[in-house]
């Protein structure tokens, strides 16, 4: 007893309330979040880190929870049965005196039963529902704005790459890439600034959550072992000045969370922009901050690195990881000059007697400073001893300088035409006004919470795209405005059953999601095709009719179907006549039916329904199977692949597609052509030119040159695939059907 109180007044003394009113400590300089810096990338491993090992700590005491409250149960219905046998043998006993002291005993332990009782579901009420709470609410929600942080920050390193490489040349191309690093810079700066403050409160809220969880299970304690009420009384002090501190922490958290609100005001449309002046204790740091790098393989590839200057050394540094890299070590041996023949802006050279480094800065006012800087610390280099004073600069130019042209994004563009297809102003499963997600594979929008449950049924199910944060291909924009939530939902919604009641806005998750796996998951409530067993009779206007008349070169005698046609179908062969007529609603009802996307019709040779679309013509059609699991690889009894087909047909749109989606170009058919060959026999150009550049991209992706596919390639790619969404008619050759197929 008196080790608990010398105990409890330690403890009191430890954490008095003054201490625990302290405002709380930001875990990281906004300036740094903002500038992205390895400081700062640093810091959130750090701390996601801990929040991994808090999460560890939490599932495994959530766990013990549970195995304790069962056992706790299981022996209060054992006591139970003691009880009861107890009163029996106290009912033996006749005399007054020992029947009166039975009773009391029985009594007491009755109570004890009743509080132990409570005891164990309050355990159960506090530890698994408080933990419980932040580790599938807390946790969850952080991972899930990770996961947007690190989404937007290689849509910021692709946009700032495009604008690095734009020649001089082409200045509309300069403005259109300078307005797309302005977008994405500031979308990243507000996502890296959510991220910072979930990360914050969740370390500062973790303090008094968990605290408070135990104190209220050690409150439960008390009340239990009320028996041992002096035990009690020398631990309630103790529980008041728990309560303070708990009182004094939310306080606190209540104070960083009123700072963290006014973050965003520090987003501006320049870049962070900084000067300062050490003290001569410094480290001697002149410059740092972001550089690309060229290479001096026969690549010569551009890699974006942090630079620092330092101590008359220059060294560099990936974003992640500690591990430097000595570029020179001696800037006595260096020159610094500027490079003007590269169709690159703002490049410079670090010459030294054995080696030159190319160096690209990402703005004017950048590249000024870093030469600047170069300048200043190979003189100080020259004259280390009596260096004083150094300057140290970050990465970017004066607060005076001239701010970015407006932004002109997309985006915008993108989110007004694709809710402008019919049903797409609202949530296609609960109707939630102006959805800013899709699932593209489907052909719908969404609001971010039936999102998140369509994110869980896994990507063969629905590929999830933000509308105001991703860039849009043109062909699955084109897609989008083929299907839509009126169509999709006609589709998935045809045949609804009366046990499940379609969610609103309002709908808890639990609900909304089972309902969502039964509609996408399950296809519960699609419509089966006429004749199936078990399906309910047509509606009177039939299903969707495969109209071929745009498809003048389609060749499919079949293409058309009507309903008492449609009844010796299987959804298969449906499927495979749906992609013929590029008929992308009834391609969703059959895929809707489980059709395989893959299968090949031993009627037409082995082909699958990916070479009827190409047959077609149709960039909507290759692109919808495509993103609903058609291999582009198979082959049919010529050994054509889609790949074969539509270079054949000089359909630029379908090769950019097919290529996207890492079509083989190696593969021969029966004749011992590849799809160059075929492009070099048709005289295409553009098609001749696209493969070769894909054949070069695979090269450097075997040879482990880079990280994924060449920045070249995608660039190429896209160029082509727009043109030949925008301007057809600029490409050497003709493009199939595709001039004729609707423009979203």
Same mark, same amino acid.
């Given at each position: 007893m008196k080790w608990i109180k010398k105990t409890a007044a330690v403890n009191i003394h430890l954490y008095s309330l003054p201490v625990m009113m302290k405002q709380m400590d930001l875990l990281i300089d906004i300036n740094e979040c903002l500038r992205d810096s390895p400081k700062f990338r640093q810091s959130l491993l750090e701390n996601e880190k801990n929040i991994e090992h808090l999460e560890g700590r939490l599932e495994k005491a959530v766990k013990n929870c549970g195995i304790m409250v069962e056992s706790g149960r299981q022996?209060?219905?054992?006591?139970?049965?003691?009880?009861?046998?107890?009163?029996?043998?106290?009912?033996?006993?006749?005399?007054?005196?020992?029947?009166?002291?039975?009773?009391?005993?029985?009594?007491?332990?009755?109570?004890?039963?009743?509080?132990?009782?409570?005891?164990?579901?309050?355990?159960?009420?506090?530890?698994?529902?408080?933990?419980?709470?932040?580790?599938?609410?807390?946790?969850?929600?952080?991972?899930?704005?990770?996961?947007?942080?690190?989404h937007i920050s290689g849509d910021l390193d692709t946009a700032l790459t495009r604008y690095a490489q734009a020649p001089k040349g082409r200045p509309q191309e300069l403005e259109e890439t300078a307005n797309l690093v302005q977008a994405h810079r500031t979308c990243f700066r507000h996502t890296a600034l959510d991220y910072l403050r979930a990360v914050s409160l969740l370390q500062s809220r973790k303090q008094h959550e968990v605290l408070d969880t135990m104190r209220s299970y050690l409150q439960a304690q008390v009340t239990f072992s009320h028996q041992c009420h002096d035990l009690c009384q020398d631990l309630e002090p103790q529980l008041k000045e728990i309560s303070s501190q708990i009182d004094g922490l939310r306080a606190g958290t209540d104070v960083l969370e009123h700072q963290l609100e006014g973050v965003h005001s520090h987003? &501006?449309? *320049?870049?962070?922009?900084?000067?300062? !002046?050490?003290?001569?204790? @410094?480290?001697?740091?002149? #410059? $740092?901050?972001? =550089?690309?790098?060229?290479?001096?393989?026969?690549?010569?590839?551009?890699?974006?690195?942090?630079? &620092?200057? *330092?101590?008359?050394?220059?060294?560099? !540094?990936?974003?992640?990881? @500690?591990?430097?890299?000595? #570029? $020179?070590?001696? =800037?006595?041996?260096?020159?610094?000059?500027?490079?003007?023949?590269?169709?690159?802006?703002?490049?410079?050279?670090?010459?030294?007697?054995?080696?030159?480094?190319?160096?690209?800065? @990402?703005?004017?006012?950048?590249?000024?400073?870093?030469?600047?800087?170069?300048?200043?610390?190979?003189?100080?280099?020259?004259?280390?001893?009596?260096?004083?004073?150094?300057?140290?600069?970050?990465?970017?130019?004066?607060?005076?300088?001239?701010?970015?042209?407006?932004?002109?994004?997309?985006?915008?563009?993108?989110?007004?035409?694709?809710?402008?297809?019919?049903?797409?102003?609202?949530?296609?499963?609960?109707?939630?006004?102006?959805?800013?997600?899709a699932s593209i594979n489907l052909g719908v929008t969404l609001c971010i919470e039936c999102s998140g449950i369509h994110r869980s049924l896994g990507v063969q199910v629905s590929k999830i795209r933000s509308l105001t944060l991703d860039a849009w291909e043109p062909e699955i924009l084109r897609v989008m405005a083929e299907l839509g939530n009126a169509v999709v939902n006609g589709v998935y919604e045809a045949c609804p059953d009366p046990a499940w009641q379609r969610p609103d806005a309002d709908t808890e998750r639990s609900a909304r999601e089972a309902w969502i796996r039964a509609k996408y998951a399950e296809c519960r409530f699609v419509r089966r095709l006429p004749g199936a067993p078990g399906s309910p009779p047509p509606p009177a206007d039939g299903p969707p009719p495969l109209d071929d008349s745009d498809e003048s070169t389609a060749g499919e005698d079949d293409a058309t179907l009507d309903p008492e046609a449609m009844c010796d179908l299987n959804p298969d062969m449906l499927l495979w006549k749906a992609a013929a007529a590029h008929n992308l609603p009834v391609i969703c009802s059959a895929l809707a039916l489980r059709a395989d996307p893959c299968w090949p019709n031993s009627d037409r040779a082995g082909r699958t329904?990916?070479?009827?679309?190409?047959?077609?013509?149709?960039?909507?059609?290759?692109?919808?199977?495509?993103?609903?699991?058609?291999?582009?690889?198979?082959?049919?009894?010529?050994?054509?692949?889609?790949?074969?087909?539509a270079v054949a047909n000089d359909n630029m749109g379908q090769v950019c597609v097919l290529l996207k989606h890492k079509a083989n170009q190696r593969i021969r058919d029966g004749r011992g052509r590849d799809p160059l060959g075929i492009a070099v026999e048709n005289a295409n150009a553009d098609i001749v030119t696209l493969l070769r550049v894909g054949l070069l991209n695979e090269e450097m992706r075997d040879a482990d040159v880079g990280n994924g596919d060449d920045d070249t390639f995608h660039q190429v790619v896209k160029d082509f695939s727009r043109m030949a969404h925008d301007a057809p008619e600029k490409l050497s050759r003709r493009s199939g059907h595709e001039q004729g197929e609707p423009q979203p």
């Open positions: 022996f209060a219905t054992s006591q139970n049965h003691l009880l009861v046998s107890l009163w029996d043998v106290a009912g033996h006993f006749k005399e007054p005196a020992i029947s009166a002291s039975f009773h009391q005993l029985l009594h007491a332990l009755a109570e004890f039963q009743k509080y132990q009782g409570h005891l164990v579901d309050q355990a159960a009420r506090i530890i698994s529902r408080n933990l419980g709470t932040m580790l599938k609410t807390d946790i969850r929600q952080l991972k899930e704005t990770r996961q947007s942080f690190e987003v &501006t449309h *320049e870049d962070v922009l900084q000067s300062q !002046r050490p003290s001569p204790a @410094d480290t001697g740091v002149f #410059m $740092e901050g972001y =550089l690309f790098k060229r290479t001096t393989n026969a690549f010569k590839t551009w890699n974006r690195r942090w630079f &620092t200057l *330092e101590n008359h050394q220059l060294k560099y !540094r990936r974003r992640t990881g @500690d591990e430097l890299t000595m #570029m $020179e070590e001696d =800037l006595r041996l260096c020159t610094v000059k500027p490079v003007h023949e590269l169709d690159r802006r703002h490049c410079f050279e670090v010459v030294s007697p054995l080696k030159s480094h190319v160096m690209q800065a @990402d703005s004017e006012p950048s590249y000024k400073l870093w030469v600047e800087a170069l300048q200043a610390g190979i003189g100080a280099a020259f004259d280390r001893p009596t260096l004083r004073s150094p300057t140290r600069l970050t990465d970017g130019g004066p607060a005076s300088s001239p701010a970015p042209a407006p932004v002109v994004t997309r985006r915008a563009n993108v989110l007004e035409q694709v809710r402008r297809v019919a049903g797409n102003e609202r949530c296609c499963d609960c109707g939630r006004a102006e959805p800013t997600w329904p990916l070479h009827a679309a190409v047959t077609s013509g149709s960039v909507m059609a290759c692109q919808h199977l495509l993103l609903n699991g058609s291999r582009p690889d198979l082959q049919d009894a010529d050994g054509l692949t889609p790949l074969h087909l």
